[in-house]
């Protein structure tokens, strides 16, 4: 297996996203670590980019943990984002609420 592109951060083995440590421009290929792919769209800092391809249904991986839910099919060296991913994040206030619910009954 090749390294991936060295403008991407993988910061655990098991994410199948990068984070971009740099902007980089529609039509810019990269590696992948697993092949070639090429930049769907401006990508910003910080954002991330499919590594390989993931599935509709499939959890998008950071930090090694799931962060949300591939909406439709993402190609690698694609961006993902809120067009094509839901986010599992929970505000805490949320789940402050659903505390105060359950203590009250």
């Known amino acids: ?11 655990d083995p098991r994410d ?11 039509g810019e290929p990269i590696e ?4 070639p792919a090429v930049i769907d769209r401006d990508i910003a800092l910080a954002h991330k980019i499919a590594r390989r391809a993931i599935a509709p249904g499939e959890k998008i991986l950071k930090y090694g ?3 949300g839910v591939a909406t439709v ?4 060296g694609h961006h ?4 094509n991913m839901k986010s ?13 619910a359950g203590a009250a009954q």
Do not use: C, W
Not at 80 to 83: A, L
Not at 88 to 100: A, I, V
């Open 65 to 67: 943990a799931p962060i």
């Open 73 to 76: 099919a993402i190609a690698a």
């Open 88 to 100: 599992d994040y929970t505000p805490t206030y949320h789940l402050e609420d659903e505390r105060k």
């Open 1 to 11: 297996m090749s390294q991936h592109d060295p403008r991407l951060i993988l910061l």
């Open 32 to 35: 992948t670590g697993t092949g």
């Open 16 to 26: 199948n996203v990068f984070v971009a440590r740099t902007r980089l421009p529609a």
């Open 80 to 83: 993902v984002h809120v067009q």
